[in-house]
């Protein structure tokens, strides 16, 4: 029994060394700045790294070390990178949010990123600080399975698609637009960008448009916006990672006369499921595999189109190559044409698909806690907000992790935003009275709890007008446990599915409909939680959840030397000469 025990311990300590040794540590040095960049074939201000756009790929395996040396070398405001999917497992202080997790980097200064990528699967990165999102600050981050695994799934071949929307209005002026009174929208993009391509005001499909506009792109193939090409053999199973980066649009995809297979979810394995177009929403990625077994004499289109939205930007467009034919011999036929945008049980019925793949994690049975949070889009002092229960989130000066670290009751609210909206709101009507007021307190979570979160959407201020919202989740995944319609009502919970619910990091509300989440609270640190349009998080549209800080441990001063965690660090120092 004794050498039974030991064998057993020899051998998990050999997996250990062999796991250790497998792992890396990928070190990259990257300066944030803005630059002339043409990304639809329109040239103007874009927010790059290290003179790229989109910023470079970062490609690791799981267990590996991340370090990224970030400069700041944007001559007049601060910025942060969140890395969007990974936990920050023991590092909440590499999570990238401005004002929550670490003070924003001074021009001219240097943070240094650190965190561990725990598991396999696509994501990306993005700025955090103001909208720099919008500005193109945002890159891919694809991370393989760890040395001995493999996938549930075989592909010869795989491609990187990172989905985005561009204005031509730069994303400070966007800013000012929305945060003025009167309120002023910044509009639909001007096009929609695959891997920071896209093309304004002329088509790559204009040959076989029935109208006369938008013209034939003439493109020779070497301009920043010309189309990044998939080339493919035939009779080859492709592997298409797919992210969706956007500020604002929800997108729609569709390869002509191909099928595919979903086979990942933000990062999770789910139960492979075969559709003929694939809604995206802000925020989420998903892994989709393809056959190339039509007619290799052809090329066909991969298209994106604007979901939840009237469209008003052009669908974007790229081509899948069968070698064996010429990649500029354009498809014969028009792109495939998308649901309609307003199509919602088209949407609902492909987000009910997503399931757990067989050997996933499951949900606990029950919660500790359930906090409802309404949206809805409100005025306060003549400004147009969202707001969540009734309060629009303005982020303070001091960043949380430290200020809760340091327990520093002045650097925020301390009264615990509320938990569920008065019962006789009516979610399908306009407020009778749309104030609210700004907030930064936090939800206060016991570590190790589970908790359940009620996303409610409702009327905004015009009359039968209610958007999609994606939101979120930052440091953990949670289990989406179902989609209803109306007000979410207690006997609602007989609906959840508990048996094989997908573990997700951002998730989707329908118009005037609610979706229940479920998820633990087993990472120390302060976490946002919002909705992943870039406008309607500037406007408010966010909370934010802290569990377990004081057990964090190693935060560096960098990242707190702003604020009141600033001069609580300087008076510290002093003490001591």
């Known amino acids: 029994m004794v050498y039974r025990d030991r ?27 803005y630059m002339y960049w043409s990304p ?13 756009f989109p910023g470079p790929t970062i490609r690791a395996v799981a267990g590996d070390t991340i370090v990224v040396d970030l400069t700041n070398k944007l001559h007049t405001e601060g910025v942060v990178i969140h890395w969007h999917g990974i936990r920050q497992l023991g590092t909440p202080w590499a999570d990238g949010t401005a004002s929550i997790s670490q003070c924003a980097i001074n021009p001219g200064e240097t943070f240094v990123y650190r965190y561990k990528v725990d598991k396999a699967g696509t994501y990306f990165y993005h700025g955090h600080f103001g909208m720099q999102r919008s500005a193109g600050l945002y890159g891919s981050l694809i991370v393989e399975v ?3 695994e493999k996938e549930p799934f075989h592909y010869d071949g795989e491609f990187n698609l990172l989905l985005s929307d561009w204005w031509h209005k730069g994303s400070q002026e966007q800013e000012v637009a929305l945060s003025s009174k009167p309120f002023r929208w910044i509009g639909e993009p001007q096009a929609l960008l695959i891997n920071g391509r896209g093309q304004y ?18 493109l020779r193939g070497n301009e920043r916006c010309a189309p990044q090409i998939l080339h493919v053999q035939p009779n080859q199973t492709y592997r298409l990672r797919v992210a969706s980066t956007t500020a604002l649009a929800s997108l729609n995809l569709q390869i002509g006369n191909h099928k595919m297979v979903m086979v990942e979810a933000d990062g999770n394995y789910i139960q492979p499921v075969t559709v003929d177009d694939l809604d995206i929403y802000s925020g989420e990625s ?20 604007v979901r939840g939205r009237e469209p008003k930007t052009p669908q974007g467009l790229t081509i899948l190559n069968y070698q064996t034919t010429s990649a500029s011999h354009l498809p014969p036929s028009p792109p495939p044409v998308s649901p309609l945008w307003n199509d919602y049980n088209h949407s609902k019925s492909f987000s009910n698909k997503i399931l757990a793949a067989m050997g996933s994690p499951k949900p606990p049975s029950s919660y500790n806690r359930r906090i409802i949070l309404l949206n809805t889009q409100n005025t306060i002092k003549g400004f147009t907000k969202w707001a969540i229960n009734n309060i629009s989130l303005t982020l303070p000066p001091t960043p949380y992790l430290g200020a809760i ?9 301390q009264t615990s935003p509320p938990e569920k909206f008065p019962e006789d709101y009516d979610v399908m009507k306009p407020a009778t009275n749309t104030n609210s007021t700004y907030g930064n307190g936090v939800y206060m979570l016991k570590l190790m709890t589970t908790v359940d ?71 120390p640190g ?36 702003c604020g009141l965690t600033g001069k609580f660090l300087m008076s510290n120092n002093s003490g001591r000469h």
């Not at 311990?9 to 700045?33: P, Y």
């Not at 639809?40 to 790229?52: K, R």
């Not at 005001?201 to 003439?218: D, E, F, I, R």
Request: with cysteine.
């Open 453 to 523: 979160v009620i996303l409610q959407n409702a009327n905004a201020l015009a009359t039968n007008v209610s958007e999609i919202h994606p939101w979120h989740l930052h440091g953990h995944d949670f289990w989406v446990l179902g989609y209803g319609e109306g007000k979410f009502k207690d006997e609602d919970v007989k609906k959840f599915n508990l048996k094989n619910p997908p573990l997700r990091n951002t998730a989707v509300i329908f118009p005037f409909g609610w979706t229940a989440l479920r998820f633990v609270a087993d990472n």
């Open 7 to 33: 064998l057993i311990l020899i051998t998990c300590f050999s997996f250990l060394i062999q796991l250790c040794l497998a792992a890396k540590t990928r070190h990259f040095k990257w300066k944030v700045e």
């Open 146 to 148: 760890g040395e001995g």
């Open 201 to 218: 005001n002329c088509s790559l499909a204009g040959h076989v448009s029935n109208s006369s506009t938008p013209h034939q792109c003439k």
């Open 405 to 413: 670290k340091h327990r520093l009751s002045k650097a925020f609210d």
């Open 526 to 561: 302060v976490w946002a939680f919002h909705c992943h349009i870039e406008p309607h998080l500037h406007m408010g549209m966010g909370v934010v959840f802290a569990e377990g800080v004081h057990s964090v441990k190693g935060i560096p001063n960098s990242a707190l030397a």
């Open 40 to 52: 639809d074939c329109l040239e103007g201000v874009v927010m790059g790294i290290n003179g790229q």
């Open 286 to 305: 998903y892994s989709v595999l393809i056959h190339t077994d039509q007619d290799p004499s052809k090329n066909y289109w991969i298209s994106f189109s």
